[in-house]
Each structure stands twice: as C-alpha cells, then as structure tokens.
C-alpha cells in the first residue's frame, strides 16, 4: 500500500505547496484509489508542513511547485516528490501518475 498527498487550492493540485487550502491524501493499493480524504493541514510555518504530511503517513506528494527547503524535509523523511504537477483535479493528477502519464513541468515555487 501506498499512501499519496497533493496540496489543493481552489480544487486543483495547488502551484505553491505551503500556500494550500487543504491536503489530499489518496491510499493506493494494486496501483487504485482505495481510499481518498481531504485534511485541513495546520497554519503554516516554515518546515511544518512536510512534517506534518509524512505523520498522516505519505510516501508520495505530488505539487504544481515546492520550495527546496520543503523538498530537503521531505527527502530526510523518505517522502518522494513529483513537482510541477499541473493545475488539475488531484484525483486526475494521482491516476495519470499511476498510470505513468502524469506530465510534470517545471518547479513553480522557487524559494
């Protein structure tokens, strides 16, 4: 099993990681969505939110863009990354991934 997080802002998968409205995690077993949750996370603080992700037990994030300081937490916690992620649905985002179609551009946060 695996578990997935996509940042969400005004429904899409959010272009800033530590500006998002809520979290979507998505358990994933025999490469489906098993089960989905929306989280609110806690006020942001520098370096809280990548602790907080891998303690709602995730493996993987998938964000439109990531500040290296989260992506350096996240890599000390053996949380993946798939950075520049579209502005789509996170549902979209997470099957096209599974799928291996997911197409990521270019890192949109770039502090």
Same mark, same amino acid.
């Given at each position: 099993?695996?578990?997935?997080?996509?940042?969400?802002?005004?429904?899409?998968?959010?272009?800033?990681? !530590?500006?998002?409205?809520?979290?979507? /995690?998505?358990?994933?077993?025999?490469?489906?969505?098993?089960?989905?949750? $929306?989280?609110? %996370?806690?006020?942001h603080e520098p370096g809280l939110y990548p602790k907080w992700v891998k303690s709602q037990g995730a493996d993987l994030v998938i964000a439109g863009g990531? !500040?290296?300081?989260?992506?350096?937490? /996240?890599?000390?916690?053996?949380?993946?990354?798939?950075?520049?992620?579209? $502005?789509?649905? %996170?549902?979209?985002?997470?099957?096209?991934?599974?799928?291996?179609?997911?197409?990521?551009?270019?890192?949109?946060?770039?502090?």
């Amino acid at each position: 099993m695996m578990k997935i997080a996509v940042p969400v802002t005004s429904g899409v998968v959010s272009s800033h990681f !530590g500006h998002c409205e809520i979290f979507y /995690f998505a358990t994933i077993e025999n490469n489906k969505i098993i089960k989905e949750e $929306n989280i609110t %996370p806690p006020e942001h603080e520098p370096g809280l939110y990548p602790k907080w992700v891998k303690s709602q037990g995730a493996d993987l994030v998938i964000a439109g863009g990531m !500040g290296q300081k989260a992506r350096d937490l /996240f890599d000390q916690n053996q949380v993946k990354q798939v950075v520049g992620a579209p $502005n789509v649905a %996170p549902k979209q985002a997470i099957e096209e991934y599974l799928a291996g179609n997911l197409q990521s551009g270019s890192n949109s946060c770039d502090h």
